[in-house]
């Protein structure tokens, strides 16, 4: 779904009104369809990666973390947009329980990160962040209060745009 909002975001277009599942065959539903399954990256690349990064240590995984930041600011200032993934599952935990959101902005501290992101869970609020603290916790926030499993890291997901479907419905 994060690339899907960059698809629309980056093609300058609303996405389509509604929460409801938009009916089987329909090309919003095919695109959406398609744009969830390379949420795993080519060859699998991003379930490989979540995997790798869920077996380090938090601290190990902090530093890795800290190195992405730059990367991020980079593709925020390139496109205005960056999908993330987030680790939230440890080392034999469950790969699904990891997410991805997409980043809009980033402020930078001597503390850490506050970076404001379009999350799938949340659709609609502009209120949502990563704050990312050098020394953490690290926490998903909604109007500034912690909401769903602490962050243990997060990495920039490989994206490439695709022209979403013009003059979608949901039925």
Known sequence: MSAAAADFFLA?????AGKST???GTPLYEYLYLRQGESIGPG????IKFRDWM?????DLAANTANELGALEEKLSQ???APLGLVLAGKGGDITSNHQVLALS??????GASIRIY??????????TIEWRREGPHTLERQGEPVGAPIRGFFLVPYEPRT????????
């Open 22 to 24: 938009p009916a089987r």
């Open 12 to 16: 300058g277009q609303l996405p389509p």
């Open 164 to 171: 979403p479907p013009t003059g979608t419905s949901r039925n």
């Open 55 to 59: 077996a380090l240590s938090d601290r």
């Open 44 to 47: 699998i690349t991003t379930a």
């Open 119 to 128: 999350d799938p869970n949340y659709p609609g609020d502009d209120a949502v």
């Open 79 to 81: 496109r205005g947009v």
């Open 106 to 111: 980033i402020d930078r501290g001597e503390r």
